[in-house]
């Protein structure tokens, strides 16, 4: 059973950090393309940032540069989103996903709350 659960998601003032972690496990996990997405009420989801299967190459989208960090543990099934310098319209949900466009597979994670106040 494939299972993509987050987690770290919460409170945070404006300025603030949080570290979100993702879990996979049911899909070899090191041969999936890593990303990370949000949704805001009433608004698409949007790519965050997104790390290749080795953990070589990384992109973001332009607002999250500087501030977010993506990285993943391949040994651990997991990756993580290290968030800084928080601000109030980051609040969102957050989701993990995992894309293998060879075997054209691809799981959601369920979300996590971020909230940022001001």
């Known amino acids: 059973q494939v299972q993509l659960v987050e987690s770290g998601g919460g409170l945070v003032q404006s300025g603030g950090s949080l570290r979100l972690s993702c879990v996979a496990s049911g899909f070899t996990f090191s041969s999936y393309v890593m990303s990370w997405y949000r949704q805001a009420p009433g608004k698409e989801r949007d790519l965050v940032a997104r790390?290749?299967?080795?953990?070589?190459?990384?992109n973001y989208a332009d607002s999250m540069k500087g501030r977010f960090t993506i990285s993943r543990d391949n040994a651990k099934n997991t990756v993580y989103l290290q968030m800084n310098s928080l601000k109030p319209e980051d609040t969102a949900v957050y989701y993990c996903?995992?894309?293998?466009?060879?075997?054209?597979?691809?799981?959601w994670g369920q979300g996590t709350q971020v909230t940022v106040s001001s």
């Open positions: 996903n995992a894309v293998n466009n060879f075997l054209r597979k691809a799981y």
């Open positions: 790390i290749t299967s080795d953990g070589g190459s990384t």
